[in-house]
């Protein structure tokens, strides 16, 4: 079984701050997409721009980004 994301543990997988985190998991905030792309890699989570992706198209976009970002 998974563990559940906490605000703090997603805060320490993502670098943001455990308020946003917060308000990201109680749906009250959205993240950046370069946010929600940190939360993705980091913890298989899928939210704001991610989150209508199935997770094969989430992985593949993430595979993008992250080549965009190294050109």
Do not use: C, W
Not at 36 to 59: E, N, P, Q, V
């Amino acid at each position: 079984m998974q563990e559940a994301l906490t605000p703090t543990s997603l805060s320490n997988a993502a670098g943001i701050s455990v308020p946003y985190a917060s308000q990201i998991l109680a749906g009250k905030r959205q993240p950046s997409r370069e946010i929600a792309f940190a939360i993705f890699k980091a913890t298989g989570k899928k939210f704001g721009h991610l989150a209508a992706l199935s997770d094969r198209d989430a992985r593949a976009l993430a595979r993008l980004e992250a080549k965009a970002a190294a050109a």
